[in-house]
């Protein structure tokens, strides 16, 4: 699409939604602080021993498979209590990248341990997490709850499941475990679908790539792109308790129609205790599966007004995040798109979606930018979520710069990327993101994947003037659900300020953000109630939980009458 294209795109948006409502009402929010007042991101790369430099397999871009990018993702596999750094690159691939300028033919996935102190040493080979694919996607979960969390990467043509065996070695166990994957693999989601207590897998395939057929192209394209290939369809892996997993595709409904799946998020959308899936696709309609209950998925994202943009456009989705932008107890959906991002608010009790892109001031930030990874969380602490968003050139090597948008708390965003650190004046060609507290001090950083470039560690400082914000971060222990407690959803209340945080840590393009849900509270140094809804049915009270630190909390076994058991497919 054209700059002018877009410009009308947006101009015709401003007038359809000039007087639409502006969806649920909300109550004041926090005041538009000073840059002083607000945390910055520093470049920490160099300083943290992170030396990661990024492949797509040749010097410059010849294929949509290049132009992919990887992903990266936040875990803490030796149990110390700091979370540690996976990190994807694609390589050199004989017959696939373009011979005639080579490049990344040795390079492979890392692994950066935490140390504690700031820095990170390279692990990958000792713990055998190097790969020899060209890598995508990851997703981590603990899918045998044995205490260790375990790994699965989406390559072109397989896909790589690494179990922790707890001693800070990796096994790939991807064939006995039978979650093998011979697509084009990208976003991946581990996730309790039937609630069974174990975690199951989805897998989003995208389109049917032959790097020898050479198709025709528009040279401004550079490369023939997703519309010259054939859809693919997604997978869905059902966890047999056993070590095993059994193809559920099919049965369960998710592999047909095919699609063309970039990112893949998994949130409760309708609030009724069961997880759903969105599939971003690219250059066709989005699907959004309604978990049935009974171990089947319903696509039903044209009713809930997801599949396309606000004006019936077909989008070109990189990462869906759900996540309560608004403070009202259900999760909307943020999808960062090569045109336009979207913004749907869930209308909750209306069933269905409205399109705020326009309202919220968030169409005018991004219809410069072509956008893939994105987190949200609460990077001021204020109380109200806030949306990073990646950028970079498609079809070129073109760097951008990234944005931070601040939650006003009235249904608005604001760009607060050049109050918040020099970083957002760098240009880069970024991919995959992922966001964590890597130093537990309460704010979140990040670590930016470049295609073909090194990657970049952010560290959050804390704000220069003012008081800080308190926050309270929980780690959780499933007994009865799957160990790592996705699919938990949790309410927080500090004086007039409630929020939820639903724990489903897979979202975004191609990445896996901090597994311990996070909470701003503003100027509030407790949390009045926290209530956690475990996904095995159990509900747990605390009362007046200090602020300012990270609780582990347990499920208690047996404290509320459970749901009937797994129901499989």
């Given at each position: 699409?054209?700059?002018?294209?877009?410009?009308?795109?947006?101009?015709?948006?401003?007038?359809?939604?000039?007087?639409?409502?502006?969806?649920?009402?909300?109550?004041?929010?926090?005041?538009?602080?000073?840059?002083?007042?607000?945390?910055?991101?520093?470049?920490?790369?160099?300083?943290?021993?992170?030396?990661?430099?990024?492949?797509?397999?040749?010097?410059?871009?010849?294929?949509?498979?290049?132009?992919?990018?990887?992903?990266?993702?936040?875990?803490?596999?030796?149990?110390?209590?700091?979370?540690?750094?996976?990190?994807?690159?694609?390589?050199?691939?004989?017959?696939?990248?373009?011979?005639?300028?080579?490049?990344?033919?040795?390079?492979?996935?890392?692994?950066?341990?935490?140390?504690?102190?700031?820095?990170?040493?390279?692990?990958?080979?000792?713990?055998?997490?190097?790969?020899?694919?060209?890598?995508?996607?990851?997703?981590?979960?603990?899918?045998?709850?044995?205490?260790?969390?375990?790994?699965?990467?989406?390559?072109?043509?397989?896909?790589?499941?690494?179990?922790?065996?707890?001693?800070?070695?990796?096994?790939?166990?991807?064939?006995?475990?039978?979650?093998?994957?011979?697509?084009?693999?990208?976003?991946?989601?581990?996730?309790?679908?039937?609630?069974?207590?174990?975690?199951?897998?989805?897998?989003?395939?995208?389109?049917?790539?032959?790097?020898?057929?050479?198709?025709?192209?528009?040279?401004?394209?550079?490369?023939?792109?997703?519309?010259?290939?054939?859809?693919?369809?997604?997978?869905?892996?059902?966890?047999?308790?056993?070590?095993?997993?059994?193809?559920?595709?099919?049965?369960?409904?998710?592999?047909?129609?095919?699609?063309?799946?970039?990112?893949?998020?998994?949130?409760?959308?309708?609030?009724?205790?069961?997880?759903?899936?969105?599939?971003?696709?690219?250059?066709?309609?989005?699907?959004?599966?309604?978990?049935?209950?009974?171990?089947t998925f319903t696509n039903v994202a044209p009713e809930q007004n997801v599949a396309f943009g606000a004006n019936g456009e077909t989008p070109s989705a990189m990462g869906p995040i759900f996540a309560d932008l608004h403070n009202h107890g259900w999760l909307d959906l943020?999808?960062?798109?090569?045109?336009?991002?979207?913004?749907?608010?869930?209308?909750?009790?209306?069933?269905?979606?409205?399109?705020?892109?326009?309202?919220?001031?968030?169409?005018?930030?991004?219809?410069?930018?072509?956008?893939?990874?994105?987190?949200?969380?609460?990077?001021?602490?204020?109380?109200?979520?806030?949306?990073?968003?990646?950028?970079?050139?498609?079809?070129?090597?073109?760097?951008?710069?990234?944005?931070?948008?601040?939650?006003?708390?009235?249904?608005?965003?604001?760009?607060?990327?050049?109050?918040?650190?020099?970083?957002?004046?760098?240009?880069?060609?970024?991919?995959?993101?992922?966001?964590?507290?890597?130093?537990?001090?309460?704010?979140?950083?990040?670590?930016?994947?470049?295609?073909?470039?090194?990657?970049?560690?952010?560290?959050?400082?804390?704000?220069?003037?003012?008081?800080?914000?308190?926050?309270?971060?929980?780690?959780?222990?499933?007994?009865?659900?799957?160990?790592?407690?996705?699919?938990?959803?949790?309410?927080?209340?500090?004086?007039?300020?409630?929020?939820?945080?639903?724990?489903?840590?897979?979202?975004?393009?191609?990445?896996?953000?901090?597994?311990?849900?996070?909470?701003?509270?503003?100027?509030?140094?407790?949390?009045?109630?926290?209530?956690?809804?475990?996904?095995?049915?159990?509900?747990?009270?605390?009362?007046?939980?200090?602020?300012?630190?990270?609780?582990?909390?347990?499920?208690?076994?047996?404290?509320?009458?459970?749901?009937?058991?797994?129901?499989?497919?």
């Open positions: 699409m054209n700059r002018n294209l877009k410009t009308l795109v947006l101009l015709a948006a401003f007038l359809l939604f000039a007087c639409a409502a502006a969806g649920v009402p909300q109550k004041p929010g926090p005041p538009s602080p000073s840059a002083a007042k607000l945390p910055a991101y520093e470049d920490v790369t160099g300083k943290a021993g992170i030396h990661f430099q990024h492949s797509f397999g040749e010097h410059t871009l010849s294929s949509v498979l290049e132009a992919t990018g990887s992903g990266c993702v936040w875990l803490d596999y030796n149990n110390d209590g700091l979370l540690d750094l996976y990190v994807l690159s694609g390589r050199h691939l004989e017959g696939v990248t373009n011979h005639s300028k080579p490049d990344g033919v040795g390079a492979t996935n890392h692994l950066y341990r935490n140390n504690g102190d700031g820095t990170f040493t390279d692990v990958t080979a000792q713990a055998g997490v190097g790969g020899t694919g060209f890598a995508l996607g990851v997703t981590a979960g603990d899918y045998d709850n044995d205490g260790y969390e375990d790994i699965y990467v989406t390559n072109w043509n397989s896909a790589i499941l690494y179990h922790n065996n707890g001693d800070g070695t990796f096994t790939d166990v991807t064939v006995k475990a039978g979650v093998q994957n011979k697509h084009f693999g990208v976003g991946a989601a581990f996730l309790d679908y039937d609630r069974d207590g174990r975690l199951d897998l989805f897998v989003g395939n995208y389109l049917k790539f032959d790097p020898a057929a050479r198709k025709p192209y528009y040279s401004a394209d550079a490369f023939a792109g997703p519309l010259d290939y054939e859809a693919e369809s997604n997978r869905l892996f059902h966890n047999n308790g056993d070590g095993t997993f059994t193809d559920v595709s099919e049965r369960a409904g998710i592999a047909d129609p095919p699609g063309r799946a970039m990112g893949v998020a998994v949130g409760d959308f309708d609030n009724d205790g069961w997880p759903d899936i969105y599939v971003a696709n690219d250059l066709m309609e989005s699907y959004l599966y309604r978990n049935n209950h009974d171990g943020f999808v960062t798109d090569v045109h336009y991002h979207r913004l749907y608010q869930n209308a909750g009790e209306k069933r269905y979606f409205e399109d705020t892109t326009v309202q919220a001031s968030i169409a005018r930030v991004s219809g410069q930018y072509v956008a893939w990874g994105d987190g949200i969380f609460d990077f001021d602490n204020d109380g109200w979520k806030d949306i990073f968003v990646v950028n970079g050139g498609l079809h070129w090597l073109v760097p951008m710069e990234d944005s931070l948008l601040r939650n006003n708390g009235d249904g608005s965003f604001s760009d607060v990327s050049m109050q918040a650190g020099s970083y957002f004046r760098s240009r880069k060609v970024g991919r995959g993101a992922c966001f964590a507290d890597y130093d537990n001090d309460g704010l979140t950083d990040a670590f930016i994947v470049v295609l073909g470039g090194r990657g970049i560690l952010l560290h959050a400082k804390a704000p220069a003037a003012g008081p800080r914000n308190h926050w309270l971060t929980l780690k959780l222990v499933g007994t009865r659900s799957n160990r790592d407690g996705f699919g938990a959803r949790i309410e927080a209340v500090a004086g007039d300020l409630r929020q939820i945080v639903e724990n489903a840590p897979q979202s975004g393009y191609l990445s896996q953000h901090d597994p311990r849900p996070h909470f701003g509270l503003g100027q509030h140094g407790e949390v009045d109630r926290l209530t956690i809804r475990w996904p095995s049915g159990t509900v747990q009270t605390l009362e007046h939980v200090k602020a300012d630190r990270i609780l582990t909390v347990t499920e208690p076994p047996g404290a509320n009458p459970a749901p009937p058991g797994g129901v499989h497919p």
